[in-house]
């Protein structure tokens, strides 16, 4: 999919302008509202913005969208670490490894003992 918006707001992460890449993901969503990949970075800008509630509503959209979204479970586990679901975020970082996402391993060792 070439969607500006998405292309822009990837370019403002790159830039630290996280507040800017939220606005730009946000239209990228508004124009496919099944582009996985914008809700699942935008909730990575949300949590380097320390918004952890709004980064998980964000990744919960992306495995909505593709249920075998494997990044979106362990960027979802690592955020409801930052808000203490411990249980439920080791569930995630599972589930993501269980998936193939091989970076999710070491979080597991890291949260989930």
Do not use: W
Not at 16 to 38: C, L, M, N, T, V
Not at 39 to 44: A, E, L, T, V
Not at 65 to 86: F, S, T, V
């Amino acid at each position: 999919m070439n969607n500006v918006y998405f292309k822009h707001a990837n370019e403002m992460v790159h830039l630290k302008d996280f507040r800017g890449a939220i606005a730009e993901y946000s239209k990228a969503i508004e124009i496919d509202p099944k582009h996985k990949d914008a809700y699942n970075n935008r909730g990575f800008a949300k949590s380097d913005l320390l918004d952890f509630s709004g980064a998980v509503a964000d990744y919960t959209m992306a495995i909505e969208i593709d249920p075998k979204y494997a990044e979106a479970y362990n960027n979802r586990g690592l955020a409801k670490m930052k808000l203490d679901q411990k249980d439920s975020g080791c569930l995630d970082l599972k589930k993501a490894r269980e998936l193939g996402y091989e970076d999710a391993y070491e979080a597991i060792k890291k949260y989930c003992k």
